[in-house]
């Protein structure tokens, strides 16, 4: 069964980081880019950022770059995203999405509040 | 970036009926969009790929068509169950971008 499981959500200060994970089973991670998409509470979606198979390119919205970083470890079949100086419109559920021409199949999602 | 401008943002419609819901891309973007539902507490779920593609397991009542800047998702006869939160994504460059989302609402 194919299934993507995130973690490392939770209550974070402002200023504060975060590490978000990504577990995969059931397919060949190697083989597939991989994305990161949040929504806010009671909002749209919004992609974040994508890596390739073997990380040579990562791509982040114009409004991650810079406190964004997405990574994977194609040997533990995860995906990560790490989040510095967090704000409180960083609040929401970030999921992990396979991706082939797009996100394809998604992940339960994990919710970061930041607050203080 | 290209912007993706989704309408209606809201639809009230009863069971049987047909909707359209449509995207349009602010550049060419070829077929590269996606349809998703998405359900309240839900992860979303790809209905459409390459704007006309049926997702494997998805009711025939789904259908999506256009290319280039303009795109429909159908749904021929609502069914109870299609009452959700609907988004186009396209994919043609990064950064990837969504439409703002239509509720479908009875």
């Known amino acids: 069964e194919v299934q993507l499981v995130e973690s490392g959500g939770g209550l974070v200060k402002p200023g504060g980081s975060l590490r978000l994970s990504c577990a995969v089973s059931?397919?060949?991670?190697?083989?597939?880019?991989m994305n990161w998409v949040r929504q806010a509470p009671g909002k749209g979606l919004e992609w974040v950022s994508a890596?390739?198979?073997?990380?040579?390119?990562?791509y982040y919205a114009d409004s991650m770059k810079g406190r964004f970083t997405i990574s994977r470890d194609n040997a533990k079949n995860s995906l990560y995203l790490q989040i510095n100086s967090l704000r409180a419109e960083d609040t929401a559920v970030y999921y992990c999405?396979?991706?082939?021409?797009?996100?394809?199949?998604w992940g339960q999602g994990t919710l970061v509040t930041v607050s203080s | 970036d290209i912007q993706m401008t989704q309408s209606p943002s809201s639809l009230s419609a009863s069971v049987g009926d047909r909707v359209t819901i449509t995207c349009r891309a602010s550049?060419?973007?070829?077929?590269?969009l996606n349809w998703y539902q998405q359900k309240p507490g839900k992860a979303p779920k790809r209905l459409i790929y390459?704007?006309?593609s049926l997702e494997s397991g998805v009711p025939s009542r789904f259908s999506g068509s256009g290319s280039g800047t303009e795109f429909t998702l159908t749904i021929s006869s609502l069914q109870p169950e299609d009452f959700a939160t609907f988004y186009c994504?396209?994919?043609?460059?990064?950064?990837?971008?969504f439409g703002q989302g239509t509720k479908l609402e009875i």
């Open positions: 994504l396209q994919h043609n460059k990064y950064p990837y971008t």
């Open positions: 999405a396979r991706g082939v021409g797009g996100p394809e199949l």
């Open positions: 059931g397919f060949t991670f190697n083989t597939y880019s």
């Open positions: 890596i390739s198979t073997g990380s040579s390119y990562k």
């Open positions: 550049q060419d973007i070829r077929n590269d």
């Open positions: 390459a704007a006309s």
